[in-house]
């Protein structure tokens, strides 16, 4: 089974969506299949906020040099979901997936309605509650409790979207483990 893990970086305090990270898994065989990474130039009149210039580490000039238009960047990632052939399976570390469909739409641009979200973040509670940690956390912070490393430079969408994926695939493992468990009781 595919499925597709995103994430999106903003301006603050406005909701400018200045970047599109993802991965398209391959969830059965516990990898990365391909990857999706688009800048998004800020509105005409718009700065990128000097915190996000320093926690993304996305510089302005690094936008308008490497940055597309809103709506490219959105009809492009459609486009790339679409082409994941994946079933609408598509996932991230809390709402981005409202968020993004929300702003296509008011771009004018129609996101895909076959899409099946799963908001990881909330999925990670499951997960914590066992482990005696509180049901709240980031992504970072998540990934230390499962002894997981961040891999990369965090508040990059591709890298946030990388690392989820890694965080999945080790849910999945103690899953696979869990049903083995119960394997052993069948006909018993």
């Not at 509105?43 to 000039?61: A, F, N, V, W």
């Not at 308008?64 to 994946?86: K, L, R």
Request: charged fraction near 25%.
């Amino acid at each position: 089974m595919k499925g597709i893990i995103f994430d999106l970086e903003h301006n603050q305090p406005t909701p400018s969506i200045i970047q599109i990270g993802a991965v398209l898994c391959d969830y059965k065989k516990r990898t990365i299949v391909k990857r999706f990474n688009r800048y998004c130039l800020l509105p005409k009149g718009e700065i990128l906020d000097p915190y996000i210039q320093d926690l993304c580490d996305i510089p302005e000039d690094f936008l308008e040099e490497h940055g597309i238009s809103f709506v490219s960047a959105v009809n492009e990632f459609w486009t790339w979901v679409h082409d994941c052939n994946c079933g609408g399976n598509i996932a991230a570390w809390s709402k981005d997936l409202i968020v993004l469909e929300k702003q296509s739409r008011e771009a004018g641009v129609t996101p895909p309605t076959n899409l099946h979200s799963l908001d990881l973040k909330e999925m990670g509670k499951l997960f914590r509650i066992p482990k005696g940690s509180k049901a709240k956390g980031g992504l970072q912070n998540t990934m230390q409790l499962f002894n997981l490393t961040f891999k990369g430079r965090p508040h990059d969408g591709l890298t946030d979207s990388e690392n989820t994926a890694m965080l999945v695939f080790h849910w999945l493992k103690l899953l696979d483990t869990v049903y083995k468990a119960q394997d052993i009781f069948v006909g018993v």
